[in-house]
């Protein structure tokens, strides 16, 4: 079966800027989470999204901010771009939102912020 | 706040030998703890799940051991291979409402033929 997708793989952007990324997650699977993963701070959890609704929240600052749609598919959104915010952005989907599933990866969007 | 660590952050072996990873965890109230594998720039492959009340799991030449009293977890290999060669991460859900990992900083593996 498919795994999860997500899109763009890589793009860069400039400071100010906005942008968004996107995971399909595996057929079924209803809890969409998202990490951002650097070399300094290795990964953390950024937001996690079941049925459309945000059940989860990490710290970060307001500009991010994701959604969830019906067929399960996720966005992710960053807006006023910093430079700090270059990193690989990761999303994991599960079927239930229990603690308890196994979260399968996709392959990441790599982000570049100059 | 939770904190995961991983000791060491980098280890190389030669090929065939049996080796262990460590992950050691503040917050000994954990839901479960899972190993992930990560390749050079790709995403995380889930390699083991423990729930809290589990002692170990086994999936082939893997073997995960989980300790909640004393907050911690082993990743042990047996019989190496290049093929291993990987960064292994280790991540902790502390409840079930949700998806929310915390994760080690990981180790980085080299096995060398």
């Known amino acids: 079966k498919a795994g999860v997708t997500q899109t763009p793989r890589y793009l860069i952007k400039t400071r100010g800027q906005q942008v968004t990324l996107s995971c399909s997650p595996i057929?079924?699977?209803?809890?969409v989470s998202w990490y951002q993963q650097t070399p300094g701070q290795g990964l953390q959890f950024l937001f996690e999204?079941?049925?459309?609704?945000?059940?989860n929240k990490g710290n970060f600052p307001g500009r991010f901010s994701g959604r969830q749609f019906s067929n399960s598919r996720s966005e992710m959104n960053v807006s006023t771009l910093e430079l700090g915010d270059s990193a690989l952005y990761l999303c994991?989907?599960?079927?239930?939102?229990?603690?308890?599933?196994?979260?399968?990866f996709g392959a990441g969007s790599r982000l570049t912020v100059l | 706040k939770q904190e995961v660590t991983q000791i060491p952050a980098a280890l190389s072996v030669p090929e065939g030998e049996n080796l262990v990873l460590n992950c050691s965890f503040t917050?000994?109230?954990?839901?479960?703890l899972q190993w992930f594998r990560q390749d050079p720039g790709k995403g995380l492959t889930s390699l083991l799940l423990?729930?809290?009340?589990?002692r170990e799991q086994t999936s082939g030449r893997l073997n995960a051991s989980l300790d909640k009293s004393s907050g911690r977890s082993t990743l042990y290999i047996a019989a190496s291979q290049p093929g291993d060669s990987a960064t292994y991460l280790c991540?902790?859900?502390?409840?079930?409402?949700?998806?929310?990992?915390?994760f080690g900083g990981g180790t980085r593996l080299m096995v060398k033929p």
């Open positions: 994991a989907s599960s079927r239930g939102d229990s603690g308890a599933n196994v979260l399968t």
């Open positions: 057929s079924g699977h209803r809890s």
């Open positions: 999204y079941f049925s459309e609704t945000q059940r």
């Open positions: 917050d000994s109230a954990i839901y479960n």
């Open positions: 423990i729930q809290s009340s589990q």
């Open positions: 991540a902790v859900a502390d409840n079930n409402a949700g998806n929310m990992l915390t």
